[in-house]
């Protein structure tokens, strides 16, 4: 099992800067892939950005392409997300998932995450 914290959300002007951060617990966050969501009010979740165990392939919803980006420090067990150029519309609760596996390929879908953390709330104003 492992257990994930969020961190690094806020209020944030349109145009600027947030980075999140997942902590996980336990000693085999390597063997996990790793994703970020988010939730606006009256919207379904929906996938921002996914890495792989290694690190070494990621995923991107179109939306967030080339202004956010993920990634990972298994030393640290940790799992970032760097927002930038952010919009309004990117307001909304985020959450990082995690599954156990080898695959090579990141994971996009909600439902292939088995764990997931409690949320950071982001918000941008315009």
């Known amino acids: 099992q492992v257990q994930l914290v969020e961190s690094g959300g806020g209020l944030m002007q349109a145009g600027g800067s947030l980075r999140l951060s997942c902590a996980a617990s336990?000693?085999?966050?390597?063997?996990?892939?790793m994703g970020w969501f988010r939730q606006a009010p009256g919207k379904e979740r929906e996938i921002v950005a996914a890495?792989?165990?290694?690190?070494?392939?990621?995923y991107y919803a179109d939306s967030v392409k080339g202004r956010f980006t993920i990634s990972r420090d298994n030393a640290k067990n940790t799992v970032y997300l760097q927002m930038n150029s952010l919009k309004p519309e990117d307001t909304a609760v985020y959450y990082c998932?995690?599954?156990?596996?080898?695959?090579?390929?990141?994971?996009?879908?909600?439902?292939?995450?088995?764990?997931w953390g409690q949320g950071t709330q982001v918000t941008v104003s315009s």
């Open positions: 998932a995690a599954k156990l596996t080898s695959a090579p390929m990141p994971i996009s879908m909600t439902y292939e995450y088995n764990y």
């Open positions: 336990g000693r085999t966050f390597g063997s996990y892939a």
């Open positions: 890495v792989n165990w290694s690190g070494g392939s990621t």
